[in-house]
């Protein structure tokens, strides 16, 4: 359990995101979470200090592409339900005529 190998499952996870392969993605976090709960349960060194503190930035920083993400999705989301809801009215008045 290195930093090295939580870097490489952060890169896995946003490779997963970028190609929407969200099942692997989800797996790869699961197992990033593992390793890193594992580490952290290790007594550190202060020369790990440095590095941990930049893997716990990249965390944020994927955190905060996944809520931009999701904000993009609930926005196009909104924008269907509006679509249907129009097109629901245009056929109702249509048949009302």
């Not at 890193?36 to 893997?55: R, W």
Request: charged share 25%; aromatic share 4%.
């Amino acid at each position: 359990m290195s930093l090295l190998e939580l870097n490489a499952q952060l890169d896995a996870f946003e490779k997963a995101l970028d190609e929407e392969a969200f099942e692997q993605a989800d797996s790869l976090l699961d197992g990033h979470d593992s390793t890193l709960h594992a580490l952290l349960s290790q007594p550190l060194g202060s020369a790990d200090h440095a590095p941990l503190s930049a893997l716990l930035e990249r965390q944020q920083s994927l955190l905060g592409l996944l809520r931009q993400r999701r904000d993009a999705v609930s926005v196009q989301m909104q924008d269907g339900r509006r679509s249907l809801r129009a097109a629901h009215a245009y056929l109702q008045a249509e048949s009302l005529a």
